[in-house]
T-cell receptor
Framework: RKEVEQDPGPFNVPEGATVAFNCTYS??????FFWYRQDCRKEPKLLMS???SGNEDGRFTAQLNRASQYISLLIRDSKLSDSATYLC??????????????FGRGTQLTVWP | DVKVTQSSRYLVKRTGEKVFLECVQD?????MFWYRQDPGLGLRLIYF???????EKGDIPEGYSVSREKKERFSLILESASTNQTSMYLC????????????????FGPGTRLTVT
């Protein structure tokens, strides 16, 4: 079973729409959670961390449910520039593997005018 | 500004050739990583290193080796390139957390698209 599972999409939404991505992780010992963004033909970059209490950064809201081992990302008022692949990422702290990240396969989002 | 550079953006090699992919970071990061990314499979970790001369296997190390002689440089070596190693290769680096309680963001290079014919 993969460490991180997410719906690959694609999600195609109009500008202004609200869209939500979900992700599950398999290891209950996982400590840290993130969303990375990858634009077409570019490298991944950190979008935001995900905290237990949920957190918001402008139009982006991330939620974590440790009991269900579930992470979500909500994008409100979608912009054309939000078109990208969103990667769900998990970090486990364990000895020498500190710093290693486990990436989901990514969810592709296209926002159309 | 944080910077991870990779030696080539595009590379074409023949089957059986020995291939070197170089990655350099200028942030004094302890951790360095090599991934490959393929459509439908996402990012898969090949090898990583948390210190000079230290290395650990990731999920798909077969057919690859690595070298880290200096802190800023992490090399990926394909000993005998095969067509199934055609892929996008991404290098990343991050700080080391000895306490285990902190996470440090991974910074990626622009990637090397390798084609093996």
């Amino acid at each position: 079973r993969k460490e991180v599972e997410q719906d690959p999409g694609p999600f195609n939404v109009p500008e202004g729409a609200t869209v939500a991505f979900n992700c599950t992780y398999s290891n209950s010992a996982s400590q840290s959670f993130f969303w990375y963004r990858q634009d077409c033909r570019k490298e991944p970059k950190l979008l935001m961390s995900v905290y237990s209490s949920g957190n918001e950064d402008g139009r982006f809201t991330a939620q974590l449910n440790r009991a269900s081992q579930y992470i979500s990302l909500l994008i409100r008022d979608s912009k054309l520039s939000d078109s990208a692949t969103y990667l769900c990422v998990v970090n486990k702290h364990r000895g020498s593997t500190l710093g290693r990240l486990y990436f989901g396969r990514g969810t592709q989002l296209t926002v159309w005018p | 500004d944080v910077k991870v550079t990779q030696s080539s953006r595009y590379l074409v090699k023949r089957t059986g050739e020995k291939v070197f992919l170089e990655c350099v970071q200028d942030m004094d990061h302890e951790n360095m990583f090599w991934y490959r990314q393929d459509p439908g499979l996402g990012l898969r970790l090949i090898y990583f290193s948390y210190d000079v001369k230290m290395k650990e296997k990731g999920d798909i190390p077969e057919g690859y080796s690595v070298s880290r002689e200096k802190k800023e440089r992490f090399s990926l070596i394909l000993e005998s390139a095969s067509t199934n190693q055609t892929s996008m290769y991404l290098c990343a680096s991050s700080l080391w957390s000895s306490s285990g309680s902190s996470y440090y963001e991974q910074y990626f290079g622009p990637g090397t698209r390798l084609t093996v014919t």
